[in-house]
């Protein structure tokens, strides 16, 4: 009993540590919310504004700037940590690895993945994405930007120390996954078939990814300090 | 035999695709017999070196 | 006298180069043990390979009589390690720096706000870290020292950029400690005044 | 078996009977499938392309398996020798998957009028060059050799469970668009006379493959136990 809520009081603590960290710098959310609203809004810049083209491009559209966007801010998960030694105390702490881990991970999803919801929103009149589709957009984009915090972190574990491009090289083909399903969901939505399916699969991804891929960052970790 | 040897070379006009291929695989396989041979040379010279001096 | 960490002919080595080889000593509860060397004589990567972060090559390592391998989560909980980078952050201001730290458990607010004044950082509280100076962001660390007791301290270069008051400073919170029966291992490039055990590095490279 | 000297003098034992029968196989099974093989009825003699294409198309992937295994022998009992075996390997599997691109687009222009379709195989083998590519660049940029392994181990293994998923999500990214006018999987059933070249071009790649990564191998054994006394000794014997 004791030990489960020191756990928590743990992950808590990592937890607010991080948001109170990157609300210090309004760069550090707000730039990935910026850059993806950017990157939206080149696509009709070079493709052309017409509306029926657009919004068959947009799924597309969407997820290539998330994906983008959420990698611009995995570096920060672990090497500034690393670099001010705060993370040797953190793994010197004697509390579970898997916790910090976690807590982490969760910390850049609500920093980078949950703005990222709301300016998909905005991305939907940009794109001028039919109204039916909101929903399925949300639903996927939560469950992806998840996966790509977990995937962010484990890339970034393996590169802790070294450039940020790296750890992009590493984690973007193993993301492919992660865009296919997003776009076949809106894709499917948009023509008004069963995309619950993709959504379940991609659920299934996030049910695995998170012990999986947790597990792998910490194995990372440790790799990057013995 | 020499028009055997023509037809192997031009397959109907087709045999630059299939020569090309060859050719690219022969060059990737060389390369990589290559640089083991040369960083073992290069080990064995180092080597050399610091027992000569 | 009960001898906390003891260390029986290590080794460490790191990607072929030999950095010490057969390092035996002791740190006993309320004592000292100071690692003199050079610089790249290895002081750093003993305290790190004592603490598991560097791999050691040789050698037995233990903790209150137990294979620190077996003994590995109490061991760091008794711990506190202070490196060469002092893990502030300093967009963080002087009281969130300590409030994040992992010692900050179930701490109150005002043993903070208390060790806080022990080292003469009372009036900087809001003042955030990067407008700090070298030497007080040396003091803002000292304060973590102070804000729980730990069994043993593994610092790496305690007196180093510090005036000589801040040095007096740092001597003085040693003593104390060790009366409250915290031990000591830190480094240092040259023999301090603190009373303590002292070991020469560069003899084992 | 797995220490390294012992495996390296084994290896420079086999290697001058080795790597020339495997040069051999390779050469006969070439021969066979370029110059003797009938040529195909529909496609007429480009389909030879396949006696290089499928085999090193076949070992691009079993390599990435192989890197696996061998990965997670690396990170369980921390064997050495398979984290040699992972630095060795990868960027022969980069090797043999580039071929099977290049190969696969020379054969697509004439047949498909493209040199690049967005199929779900070529696709898939793609994203395999771009992880074996995130491979090397991940144990390149570690100094620390043995490290290095652990980190490229860690991440063929996170990376061959993941393959699958991959493929599979290639497959309905396929189908979402629309069907492809080519088909490279229904290729025409294969005579027995093309099967049989192609049986031994598929050897000849894998005894190339392990020829080639035991020279690899020698060199990484090598520069890693250059301080030790065995090495010193097989140099200076040698030189």
Redesign the interface.
């Given at each position: 009993m004791n030990n489960t809520s020191t756990l928590f009081s743990w992950f808590r603590l990592i937890l607010k540590r991080d948001l109170a960290l990157s609300f210090k710098k309004i760069a550090t959310f707000l730039i990935p919310l910026v850059f993806f609203l950017i990157v939206i809004s080149l696509f009709p810049l070079a493709l052309g504004t017409e509306n029926s083209f657009l919004s068959s491009l947009s799924p597309g559209v969407i997820w290539v700037a998330a994906l983008l966007a959420s990698l611009l801010a995995v570096e920060s998960i672990f090497n500034e940590d690393f670099r001010d030694g705060t993370l040797d105390h953190f793994l010197l702490s004697g509390e579970p690895i898997f916790i910090l881990v976690f807590a982490k991970v969760f910390a850049h999803w609500l920093v980078t993945g949950v703005p990222l919801l709301l300016a998909s929103l905005i991305s939907t009149f940009f794109l001028f994405l039919p109204e039916g589709v909101v929903l399925p957009l949300l639903i996927s984009l939560l469950i992806g930007t998840l996966l790509l915090s977990l995937l962010g972190a484990l890339g970034s574990a393996l590169t802790i120390g070294k450039t940020a491009i790296l750890s992009a090289v590493i984690v973007l083909p193993l993301s492919i996954p992660i865009l296919i399903l997003g776009v076949a969901i809106i894709t499917s939505a948009i023509n008004n078939q069963d995309y619950l399916s993709y959504l379940y699969f991609l659920g299934a991804m996030l049910a695995v990814g998170i012990p999986g891929l947790c597990l792998a960052t910490v194995e990372a970790i440790s790799i990057n300090y013995d | 035999m020499l028009e055997f040897i023509r037809d192997?070379f031009l397959?109907?006009g087709?045999?630059k695709?299939?020569w090309?291929?060859?050719l690219?695989?022969f060059i990737?396989?060389c390369?990589?017999?290559y640089?083991?041979?040369r960083?073992?040379r290069k080990?064995?010279e180092e080597?050399?070196q610091h027992?000569g001096e | 006298m009960t001898n906390l960490l003891k260390i029986e002919n290590l080794t460490c080595q790191r990607s072929n180069n030999l950095i010490f080889s057969n390092l035996s000593f002791e740190v006993e509860k309320g004592n000292n043990v100071e690692i003199i060397g050079s610089n790249g004589s290895g002081k750093t990567s003993l305290l790190r390979c004592i603490l598991g972060l560097v791999e050691k090559k040789e050698g037995k390592i233990s903790w209150k009589n137990q294979p620190v391998e077996e003994s590995r989560h109490s061991f760091l909980k008794s711990c506190l390690y202070q490196g060469h980078e002092l893990a502030l952050k300093p967009s963080f201001s002087v009281l969130e720096n300590l409030t994040y730290s992992h010692l900050s458990f179930g701490l109150k607010e005002d043993k903070i706000l208390f060790t806080l004044k022990e080292v003469g950082l009372n009036d900087f509280i809001k003042r955030t870290a990067s407008d700090l100076s070298t030497g007080q962001l040396k003091r803002l660390a000292l304060a973590r020292w102070l804000m729980c007791d730990q069994e043993l301290y593994l610092i790496d270069e305690p007196f180093s950029s510090l005036d000589e008051e801040g040095v007096r400073l740092v001597l003085r919170i040693i003593k104390e400690l060790n009366s409250r029966g915290c031990s000591f291992l830190f480094t240092s490039h040259r023999s301090t005044e603190a009373d303590s055990t002292k070991i020469h590095l560069d003899h084992y490279s | 078996m797995g220490s390294p000297p012992f495996f390296f003098k084994w290896a420079s034992r086999l290697l001058p009977w080795f790597s020339p029968i495997s040069f051999s196989i390779l050469i006969i099974g070439l021969i066979w499938g370029v110059g003797f093989a009938p040529s195909d009825y529909k496609q007429g003699d480009v389909y030879r392309i396949i006696f290089v294409h499928v085999p090193s198309a076949i070992l691009g992937q079993s390599i990435y398996l192989m890197m696996a295994i061998f990965g997670s022998i690396c990170l369980i009992w921390r064997a050495k020798l398979a984290g040699m075996f992972l630095r060795s390997a990868a960027p022969l599997g980069a090797s043999f998957t580039l071929i099977a691109l290049i190969s696969g687009a020379v054969w697509g222009k004439p047949t498909w009028g493209t040199w690049w379709v967005w199929d779900a195989r070529l696709t898939s083998t793609l994203i395999l060059f771009f992880l074996y590519v995130g491979i090397i660049g991940l144990y390149s940029s570690i100094d620390n050799k043995q490290k290095g392994d652990r980190a490229a181990s860690l991440i063929s293994v996170v990376g061959v469970i993941i393959v699958p998923i991959i493929k599979k999500s290639v497959d309905w990214w396929q189908t979402l668009h629309q069907p492809s006018t080519f088909s490279i999987t229904s290729s025409p059933s294969m005579t027995s006379d093309m099967y049989f070249p192609l049986l031994i071009c598929v050897i000849g790649f894998y005894f190339i493959f392990v020829s080639l990564l035991c020279n690899r191998l020698r060199v990484e054994i090598l520069t890693r136990e250059r301080n030790t006394t065995w090495v010193k000794e097989y140099l200076n014997n040698k030189v």
């Open positions: - | 192997l397959m109907d087709q045999g695709y299939v090309f291929v060859l690219i695989f990737v396989i390369f990589n017999y640089l083991p041979y960083a073992i080990i064995k080597n050399s027992t | - | -």
